[in-house]
């Protein structure tokens, strides 16, 4: 429990601050209502699934079957008489089987990697814009007159309907900022 003797901040289209609460703590408060569910806390990103077993075991099967027909076409394709046999078919055929399996192996092993790097950087940017957008929600207010949210400081009210855009924005609008940079916003109505 945190009592909290600061006032809260005004609203900037009503001018007053009776009517306005914190947002997180009006979730908490009612968390069923719909008002809450339209103002709920930024939900976090899920991270990307891991190398594991599986990817291994796959790599494996595709490899072997793709060494199985690289061994079985040198075969047919094969002009040298069958004389060193391994395992029934010409050694010079057990050879490209072993080499297509290495690279096969390494090569769909190397491809899960690049699609994990690549899912774990996507992971990253969108945490780091999660995360923004949770701090930014824990300074959310909401106006009960204006039925609209804002940050402290900002210039202008937002409908609640355009909370994420408020939330997720690159950039929101400064309190010293110039409106033309500003992003949509509801100018009265
Ligand atoms: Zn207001």
Redesign the pocket.
């Known amino acids: 429990m945190t009592a909290n003797p600061a006032p809260p901040p005004v609203?900037?289209?009503?001018?007053?601050n009776d009517?306005?609460r914190r947002v997180s703590n009006l979730v908490q408060d009612e968390p069923g209502s719909p008002l809450a569910q339209k103002l709920a806390a930024p939900r976090s990103p899920r991270p990307a699934a891991v190398l594991g077993c599986a990817t291994s075991f796959f790599a494996t099967m595709v490899s072997i079957s793709a060494a199985i027909l690289a061994t079985g076409l040198t075969e047919l394709t094969s002009m040298a008489p069958r004389t060193g046999l391994l395992f029934g078919v010409r050694d010079t055929s057990v050879f490209t089987g072993i080499i297509t399996f290495l690279f096969v192996f390494v090569g769909v092993h190397a491809m899960f990697v690049w699609r994990q790097a690549r899912a774990s950087r996507f992971f990253r940017r969108a945490f780091t814009a999660w995360h923004q957008a949770s701090e930014r929600w824990q300074q959310l207010h909401y106006?009960?007159?204006?039925?609209?949210v804002f940050l402290p400081g900002q210039s202008s009210?937002t409908p609640v309907d355009q909370v994420q855009m408020l939330l997720y924005a690159r950039r929101p609008s400064q309190p010293a900022a110039s409106p033309a940079n500003a992003p949509t916003s509801a100018e009265g109505g």
């Open positions: 609203c900037p289209q009503c001018g007053q009517m306005v106006c009960h007159r204006c039925d609209g009210l």
